[in-house]
Structures are given as C-alpha cells and as structure tokens.
C-alpha cells in the first residue's frame, strides 16, 4: 500500500501501527523521527524490529515517504506541523492518531491557513496506561474502533487509503465530523480519565497519611488504571477538550450531589433506582462491545 511510512512519534501508538503495518505487509519501509531527548526509545524500536530507521532529522525522516503519521501528544501537534511544512508534499497521505480532532484541525489551520486536503484526520479507539515503544503490539487495533473526521475537502483518494489502511490492520471504521467526534470522547475517554486521576490523587493523599492502598483490591484497581497513564498526554487532552469537558464535570457533580442528598435522607430505594438504571446501562455497553 505504501513504500515508505514515516511516524512522528514512535511511542504506544505510533509502535503498535508500526508493528501493524509491517505484519500486513501494508509498507515496505517504516521509519520514524523523534527528538534528541527521545534517543533511547527509538534506538529500542530500531532494536525490536519496530522500525526500519530512526532520525532527528525531520527533512531525512520524511525524503521520499508517501505517509506520514503523527503520533504525538496533541499539544506537540502544532509544533510538529511547523516542521513538516517546508517538506509538505502533495503527493504523500498525512494522517494523526490524536485523541481529539479539534484541536488537531485548529493546528492545522494555524500552520497552513487551512487544512490541507491530503491530510485524513484519525483516531484509533484503542490504547492503553503504558507509554513508549515497549509497550506497543502488534494487535493494539484489532477489533477496535478507529474513528476518521474528513473535512469538506478532504481528498476522497488519500480518505479511502487510509480508511483501507486501517481496516487491514483489523480496526472496525467509522466516519464522523470534528465535532461529534469530540464531544463523545470527552464522555466516554475524557472523563473517565479525569475522574480516576481525581479519585486516585484524593486517596492518594489520604495513603500517605493511613496507608489506605494496603488494603485496597479489585474494585480499586478496576476504577484506578487508567490513572497510571501518561500526565503529558492526558494534559495535552483535556486542555485541548476542555470545553466538552468543563460541562460534563458540572453534570458529574450533579450526579454525585443527588446521590449525597439520597444517602443523607436515607433514600435507599431511589439509591436502587439510581445504582439499577447505571448498572443496565454497563450491560448495553457491553452488549454493543459484542456486537
Ligand atoms: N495511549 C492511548 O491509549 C492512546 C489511544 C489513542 C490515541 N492516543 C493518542 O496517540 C498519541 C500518542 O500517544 P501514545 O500513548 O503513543 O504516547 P507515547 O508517550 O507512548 O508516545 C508519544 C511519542 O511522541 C514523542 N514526542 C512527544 N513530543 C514530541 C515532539 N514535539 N516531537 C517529536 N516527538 C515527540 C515522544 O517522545 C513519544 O515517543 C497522542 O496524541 C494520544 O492522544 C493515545
Ligand atoms: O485503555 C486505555 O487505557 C485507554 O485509556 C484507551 C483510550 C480510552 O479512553 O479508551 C484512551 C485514549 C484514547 O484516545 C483512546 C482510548
């Protein structure tokens, strides 16, 4: 499908697309550019047969590549497009993994006046807490969803390569706009991230001082994993989401006053009721993730 894939940012994710690509045979050569201060872990991709090469060059990193994905924290993005700039080729596919599209647009725009139409805005549903090459694998996308948010005029061949592209590294796709694609996460990826660090930092206050976490178990580590994610990452989101996310903390707070004000009257069966309707709600979750 391609020659030469070039990722920005060779960490989980652009590893485990790496990985992809090369065990569907969907390039020939996979190369990635990093900075100095990321040396370590490109030499480690290099070593794990991640990579073909590596480069803190941007101009040798993207000669003769016909796709360039980004995989950096979104709030590296802009940045990182200023760099691509001088080399843009209208010939290569330019794609993203960002988990928030806005933001990524708004970038965009801000480099090139507008979003280039060569340029396929995506979003693999998929990941994990760990960060950096060593924990990417090969299958991190298969039967996951990966969402694309095409502009107007995004180019209906470089859409379709990469809508294909993912597909055949496993992912279901779906197509979205900007919009809808934010607004979901920040529901359904935001904040849920916001509420574990939140909880874990409060408990994590209160272990210093009783040694809470000894006697934590199951239910704890369930709800507190994904607080073990990437600060940078998780920053860069929610800074770049904030204004899906700012109203729905305020409902969160609604939620947890009502259930205050239950338990405070001794409501037990409107708490039934609440606990109930939340509990069915997870089942139809699940039952759509077998779907
Ligand atoms: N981790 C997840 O669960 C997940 C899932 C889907 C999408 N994403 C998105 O994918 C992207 C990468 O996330 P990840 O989990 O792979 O992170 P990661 O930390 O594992 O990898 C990011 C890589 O980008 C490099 N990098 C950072 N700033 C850079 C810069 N200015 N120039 C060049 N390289 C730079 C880092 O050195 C690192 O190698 C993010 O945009 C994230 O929002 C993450
Ligand atoms: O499984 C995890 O650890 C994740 O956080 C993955 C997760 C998510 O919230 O589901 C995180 C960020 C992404 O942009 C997509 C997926």
């Keep these: 499908m391609f020659n030469r894939l070039c990722i920005i940012g060779i960490g989980l994710i652009g590893g485990s697309i790496a990985r992809a690509a090369r065990a569907q045979g969907l390039c020939r050569e996979v190369v990635a550019y990093g900075r100095e201060k990321n040396l370590l872990n490109m030499q480690l991709a290099k070593q794990l047969g991640v990579i ?101 005029n995004t180019d209906k061949q470089a859409l379709a390569k990469i809508h294909s592209f993912w597909e055949q590294i496993g992912s279901s796709v779906s197509v979205m706009s900007v919009e809808h694609h934010d607004t979901v996460l920040a529901a359904t990826s935001h904040l849920p991230h916001i509420l574990a660090f939140a909880l ?11 040694e809470i976490f000894k006697y934590a178990a199951g239910g704890f580590r369930d709800f507190s994993r994904i607080a073990s994610s990437d600060p940078t990452m998780w920053q860069d989101i929610c800074l770049a989401n904030k204004q899906e996310i700012v109203p729905l903390i305020r409902q969160f707070q609604a939620e947890l006053s009502k259930i205050e004000q239950l338990l405070v009257e001794d409501q037990s069966a409107q708490l039934f009721e609440t606990f109930t309707y939340a509990r069915n709600a997870r089942q139809r979750f699940l039952d759509q993730q077998e779907d």
Excluded at 83 to 101: F, H
Excluded at 106 to 127: K, Y
Aim: charged residues 20%; aromatic residues 8%.
């Design 52 to 152: 073909d090469e590596f480069y803190t060059d941007i101009a040798a990193a993207l000669e003769n590549t016909d796709c360039v994905i980004v995989a950096t924290p979104v709030g590296s993005m802009q940045v990182i497009f200023e760099q691509i700039k001088p080399y843009w080729n209208p010939e290569t596919i330019y794609s993203d993994a960002g988990s928030t599209k806005g933001s990524v647009v708004s970038a965009l725009e801000a480099v090139f006046g507008a979003v280039p139409d060569n340029f396929v805005p995506a979003h693999p549903i998929a990941g994990a807490e760990r960060s950096g090459v060593d924990a990417s694998t090969v299958d991190l996308f298969v039967n996951r969803r990966l969402i694309l948010t095409p502009l107007e």
């Design 200 to 210: 874990v930092g409060l408990l994590g206050r209160k272990d210093e001082q009783r």
